[in-house]
């Protein structure tokens, strides 16, 4: 039997379509800075490509603006027990890329010089300490590896459960609304 459906608000300041760990996030961010949001969702909060996401959580990429980006959204979640408030079971495993071409090694080597620039614990290792790292791993081919300790895994669900309890929390009108999926109910904007 289905849930029943929250009526939506005549009026928002902003209005987020899609319930998953981004627009939670958005819906939270914008709340707690005392927006007026409403979320909307088709089916349930995070049934999305969220849904699907294994959930790991890195901050080694190739751009200064990314890395950023991946630093503080890492901020974030080892400090998402206190803010927002819930547990996401965020585990600092470390994240490794085992690399077989040479290409790649120069790539990934400029990379870690500017994550470590940027502040990050990354680092190269050589073909046999990933093997020692993760003696899983198998081939003649391995090169090289990049490796961020501090980077890891978390549970996409909790992420988006608990972004949009704070949400609530902060008087954001989340909600699950069921539309067509060729049509969007119809409200006025402006």
């Known amino acids: 039997m289905p849930r029943p459906v929250s009526p939506l608000p005549e009026s928002a300041a902003v209005v987020i379509v899609g319930g998953g760990v981004m627009g939670a996030s958005a819906a939270f961010h914008l709340a707690e800075a005392g927006v007026n949001v409403v979320l909307l969702e088709r089916a349930q909060l995070g049934s999305g490509s969220t849904s ?15 890395v950023e980006l991946a630093r503080r959204s890492m901020d974030a979640f080892r400090d998402f027990g206190r803010r927002p408030g819930w547990e996401i079971d965020l585990k600092q495993v470390g994240y490794l890329f085992v690399l077989s071409r040479e290409s790649d090694v120069e790539e990934f080597e400029c990379s ?6 940027c502040g990050l614990d990354s680092r190269m290792l050589t073909a046999g300490e990933v093997r020692e ?53 119809s409200r006025r904007t402006s």
């Open 133 to 185: 790292l993760c003696p899983l791993v198998q081939g003649d081919d391995i090169l090289a590896g990049a490796f961020s300790p501090g980077d890891g895994h978390a549970t996409p669900e909790g992420v988006v459960q608990g972004y949009a309890f704070a949400a609530r929390w902060w008087s954001t009108a989340a909600r699950s609304s069921r539309w067509s999926q060729t049509r969007a109910p």
């Open 112 to 117: 870690v010089a500017l994550q470590n620039d």
């Open 52 to 66: 699907r996401a294994a959930g790991g959580v890195r901050t080694q990429f190739s751009d200064a603006l990314n």
